[in-house]
C-alpha cells in the first residue's frame, strides 16, 4: 500500500559532459578541504539526508525527487545523539531552532518579555509558534497560548516513542492550509512491524525493545520497553511505555543564591509519562487499517528561589514562591488505507483522529504584606480531525502523471480558565482571558506530479476555510468593555514545483509556494487588566493592559525557493536559496500605548515582511579507512544562515536566530562508532535587534546580544550484540558558556542574572539499547 514514486518513466540518453566535468570539479574542491571537515559532525548526520519522505508532497516519496528541501531525522539519529527533547533532535538542521521555556520564571511574570513572536516553539526559517504545523503521523498536534503569565507550549511529546522526524520547510499551507506557513514537523511513530522483522526477511511472532538511558544536564534517568506480536496473518499488535524522571537543566551560572540574584537553575522535578498502542488488520492484500490509541503526560514541580527579593521591603515582595504544571495529551486514532485500482483512484486514505490536550498550571507565591496569592490557570483543546486523500497514477509512452487529491476537516474546540487568590485589582476570579470558541477550518485540495523525461512539474491547489465561533461570554474577563467577536475567511492557495535532473548526479529544483494562516481565538479576543505601583518613593499606580483585536486579519505569504541537489559517488550535497514576503504578519504583544500611568499590549499586523536566506548541508563517505575492513569515515556538515525585516518599520526581525553551523566526523565498524561533532553560532549583532518591538524602549537600554561559540561534543557507541547497543557522550566538552538567541531575547545586557539564561556546562550522557 505504500504511495511511491515508482511511477517515474526511465532516463533515456548520454547526459553533456559539461555537467560531469561540474560534478567532478565541485567533488575535487571538496576533497581538498579535509581538514577544515574532519573537525565536526553531528552525531545524526548520516540522517539527515533521507530517502524517503511523506510530509513533503502527503504520500511517500523519495526525497530526492521533491522540488523543495526537506530533512529526517531518523531514529538512528536519535537514539545514536541520545536527544531528550526537541531542542536535542533538531539541533543540526539548518534555519532551524527550538525555544526554550525561561530558565527562571516568576508565578506572575509578563510573556512580553519573551513570547513576542507568537508563543514558544519550532523556529522555521526565522519564523515559529503556531506557524508551524506540528503532527503526530499526520494528526495534528494541540497550539501553543500566551497571555501574560498564562504559558502553554507544545511540549505534548515523548521522543521515545518516534522512529523518526519529518521537517519541511517554507509554507506548504497549499497541502495542509494554516498552521503550515513556516513548514511542517511531523513526527511518525512506530509500528508493529518495525520490531517483527527477522534477520533472514521472514516476520517473527514477538519482538520488541528494551532501552535506557540518564542525562547529567538535568539528572534524568529514562526507560522505555515494547512488545509487538503476530497475533495472526492478518493482525498485528504493538504496546509501547516510556518513563522520564528528571531535574533542571542545569545552567553555567554560578550563584546559589535562594532569591532574585540566583543564576543556578531553580530546584524542580519533572516526570513524563507516554503509553503508545497499536493494533494493524489486514484483511485481504489491499485493504490496511491501523488503530491507534496514544497518552502522554508530564508534570513539573517547582521551587522559584531566583522570583524571591532578596531584601524584602514593599507589600508585594515576594518572600516564597512554587509552582507545578500539568499537561496531558490522549489521541485515539484510524487510518485505513484502500488499494481500489478504479478509473478516478488507486488508492484510498482515511483518517478519523479524536484528541483530547489540557494544560494546568498552579502558582503559589508568599507576599511580603502576608498575602497568599494563587494563580490557576488551565488551557484545553479538544479536537476532531477528518481526512479523505485519493491518488491516481496515468501513463504515458514518455510520461507519467500521479494526482493527489482529497478534503481535510478539523474542529477545534478551545476553553481557558483564570483562577486562584487574591488576584491584582480590578480583575475578578474566575474569569477567561478569552471565552470557549470553536475553531473550525476545512480545506479541498488537489496536487500533480507529472514527469516528463529529466523534468517534473508538480503543481498543487488548496481551497481552505476557517471560522471562530465564539460559544458564550460567560466569565470573559468582567466585565469586558466589549463582547468577544467571530470571526471567519477563505483563501486560494496555489503552489507549483519544478525539478529538473539535468545529469544522474546533479539536478536543480525551484518551488513557489504562497502560505496562510488565520488568526487564533485567543489572539483576536484576548483581554488583560492589572494594576502595578512604581517603585518608591513614586506614588504612582501603572494600569497595564492587554486589549482584543477582533479586526485581525489572517496572514499570508508569498515565497520563492530555488536549490541544488548533487548525489555522487561519494558525496551528497543540498544548496538552497529561499526568499518569502509576507503581509499582515501577527505579532503577539505589542506595546501600543504608553503613558506614565498606562502600558497598553495588543496583538497587530505587520503590514509587510520580508524573510530571506540560504542553506547548505552534505556528506562525505570517505570510504573503508583504517586497519579494519568493514570500518567506514564520513564527514558531515550544515549551515543556515536568514534574515529578516519589518517592511513598515524597516526593523529586523527579532525571531530570527543567527546563524549556525555544524560539521563533523564519524567513524564506524560493525561492532563500535565514534563521533565528534561540533557547532558554531554566530554572535547575534545589534544592528539584528529591533529594540522597541522586543519591549526594551526605555531610554539607556541596551538588549543583550548573544556572542558567538563554538561547542564540541565526543560520542563513542558499542555494539555488544547486533541486537545491543551502548551509546556513551561528552557534550560541550571544553565547558563553554554561551547562550541562544531564542531563549535570552528581551533580557538587558547589564542584567546582573544573564548567566541563568546560559546553556549546560560539560555534561555527559548514557544510553543502552537492546532488540529482542
Known amino acids: 500500500m505504500a504511495f511511491s514514486s515508482s511511477f517515474a518513466p526511465s532516463r533515456a540518453g548520454a547526459q553533456s559532459a559539461r555537467w560531469h566535468t561540474l560534478s567532478l570539479g565541485i567533488a575535487l574542491a571538496y576533497g581538498l578541504l579535509p581538514t577544515a571537515q574532519a573537525q565536526l559532525a553531528p552525531a545524526s548526520a548520516h540522517a539527515t539526508l533521507p530517502t524517503v ?402 523534468w517534473t512539474i508538480t503543481p498543487g491547489l488548496r481551497i481552505d476555510h476557517f471560522r471562530i465561533d465564539v460559544q458564550n461570554q460567560d466569565l470573559y474577563f468582567p466585565p469586558a468593555p466589549q463582547p468577544a467577536k467571530d470571526m471567519s475567511g477563505s483563501a486560494v492557495l496555489p503552489k507549483l514545483g519544478l525539478l529538473y535532473r539535468a545529469t544522474p548526479e546533479w539536478s536543480v529544483f525551484g518551488q513557489y509556494a504562497t502560505g496562510y494562516r488565520a488568526p487564533e481565538a485567543g489572539q483576536v479576543n484576548d483581554r488583560f487588566r492589572a494594576q502595578a505601583p512604581l517603585p518608591p518613593p513614586s506614588s504612582i499606580v501603572v494600569d497595564n493592559y492587554i486589549i482584543a483585536n477582533p479586526d485581525l486579519k489572517p496572514e499570508r505569504s508569498r515565497g520563492i525557493e530555488l536549490g541544488l541537489r548533487g548525489r555522487m559517488e561519494r558525496l551528497s550535497l543540498d544548496l538552497v536559496g529561499f526568499y518569502n514576503r509576507y503581509s499582515n504578519l501577527i505579532e503577539d504583544a505589542r506595546l501600543v500605548e504608553r503613558t506614565p500611568t498606562k502600558q497598553v499590549f495588543q496583538t497587530v499586523n505587520i503590514s509587510r515582511a520580508k524573510i530571506y536566506g540560504f542553506e547548505l548541508k552534505g556528506i562525505y563517505d570517505w570510504g573503508q579507512i583504517g586497519g579494519w575492513a568493514d570500518g567506514r569515515l564520513r564527514t558531515s556538515f550544515s549551515y543556515g544562515q536568514s534574515r529578516g525585516r519589518d517592511l513598515e518599520s524597516n526593523a529586523p526581525l527579532n525571531s530570527i536566530s543567527p546563524a549556525q553551523l555544524s560539521m563533523g566526523l564519524r567513524y564506524d565498524t560493525p561492532q563500535w562508532g565514534v563521533y565528534a561533532n561540533a557547532r558554531h553560532y554566530a554572535a547575534k549583532r545589534d544592528k539584528d535587534i529591533d529594540l522597541v518591538s522586543i519591549g526594551n524602549n526605555k531610554a539607556g537600554t541596551t538588549q543583550f546580544a548573544t556572542p558567538s561559540a563554538t561547542t564540541l561534543d565526543l560520542g563513542l557507541q558499542w555494539r555488544a550484540r547486533k541486537d545491543v547497543r551502548l551509546n556513551l557522550s561528552v557534550h560541550n566538552v571544553t565547558d563553554r558558556k554561551y547562550w541562544r538567541w531564542a531563549d535570552v531575547y528581551g533580557q538587558a545586557a547589564n542584567s546582573a542574572t544573564i548567566d541563568a539564561y546560559s546553556q549546560p556546562g560539560r555534561n555527559v550522557r548514557l544510553s543502552l539499547v537492546a532488540d529482542f
Open 53 to 454: 519522505v511523506v510530509s513533503g508532497s502527503r504520500h511517500e516519496q523519495a526525497n530526492d525527487d521533491l522540488p523543495l528541501s526537506a530533512d529526517i531525522v531518523s531514529e538512528e539519529g536519535l537514539r545514536d545523539q541520545q536527544s531528550r527533547n526537541l531542542r536535542q533532535a533538531l539541533q543540526d538542521l539548518p534555519n532551524t531552532e527550538v525555544r526554550s521555556s525561561p530558565a527562571r520564571l516568576a508565578v506572575g511574570a509578563g510573556s512580553a518579555a519573551f513570547a513576542r513572536d507568537g508563543n514558544m516553539g519550532i523556529q522555521i526559517r526565522g519564523l515559529g509558534g503556531n506557524r508551524v504545523l506540528m503532527t503526530v503521523d499526520g494528526i495534528r498536534m494541540p497550539r501553543s497560548y500566551v497571555s501574560r503569565s498564562a504559558m502553554f507550549d507544545r511540549e505534548y511529546l515523548t521522543l521515545e516513542t518516534f522512529k523518526r522526524i519529518e521537517l519541511v520547510r517554507g509554507p506548504a499551507s497549499a497541502q495542509y492550509g494554516g498552521d503550515g506557513m513556516a513548514g511542517v514537523v511531523n513526527f511518525v511513530t512506530h509500528d508493529p512491524g518495525d520490531f517483527l522483522k527477522a534477520d533472514d526477511g521472514s516476520t517473527k511472532t514477538v519482538g520488541g525493545r528494551i532501552a535506557a538511558g540518564w542525562s547529567e544536564e538535568d539528572r534524568s534517568t529514562t526507560l522505555t520497553g515494547t512488545v509487538a506480536a503476530q497475533a495472526s496473518d492478518r493482525v498485528q499488535w504493538m504496546l509501547t511505555a516510556s518513563g522520564r524522571k528528571g531535574h533542571a537543566m542545569q545552567t553555567m551560572g554560578d550563584n546559589g543564591a535562594a532569591n532574585n540574584h540566583r543564576t543556578k537553575a531553580d530546584p524542580l522535578d519533572t516526570e513524563d509519562r507516554a503509553v503508545l498502542g497499536k493494533l494493524v488488520w489486514k484483511p485481504d492484500g489491499v485493504q490496511r487499517h491501523t488503530f491507534t490509541v496514544e497518552h502522554s503526560q508530564k508534570k513539573l514541580d517547582a521551587d522559584l528561589l531566583s522570583s524571591r527579593i532578596a531584601t524584602p521591603t514593599k507589600p508585594n515582595d515576594v518572600v516564597d514562591e512554587y509552582t507545578d504544571s500539568r499537561i496531558e495529551r490522549n489521541r485515539l486514532a484510524w487510518d485505513g488505507r484502500f488499494g481500489l485500482q478504479t478509473a478516478w483512484a488507486d488508492h484510498v486514505r482515511a483518517v478519523v483522529s479524536v484528541q483530547h490536550a489540557k494544560s494546568h498550571r498552579v502558582g503559589d507565591s508568599f507576599l511580603n504584606s502576608g498575602v497568599h496569592r494563587i494563580r490557576d490557570n488551565r488551557y484545553q483543546e479538544k479536537t476532531w480531525q477528518l481526512g479523505l486523500q485519493a491518488d491516481k497514477v496515468l501513463r504515458g509512452k514518455d510520461w507519467s502523471s500521479r494526482f493527489v487529491y482529497g478534503l481535510d476537516y478539523v474542529r477545534n474546540d478551545i476553553s481557558n480558565l483564570y483562577t486562584g487568590q487574591a488576584p491584582l485589582a480590578p480583575e475578578v476570579f474566575p474569569l477567561k482571558r478569552f471565552p470557549d470558541t470553536h475553531e473550525i477550518s476545512a480545506g479541498l485540495f488537489v496536487q500533480n506530479e507529472t514527469v516528463l523525461g529529466d
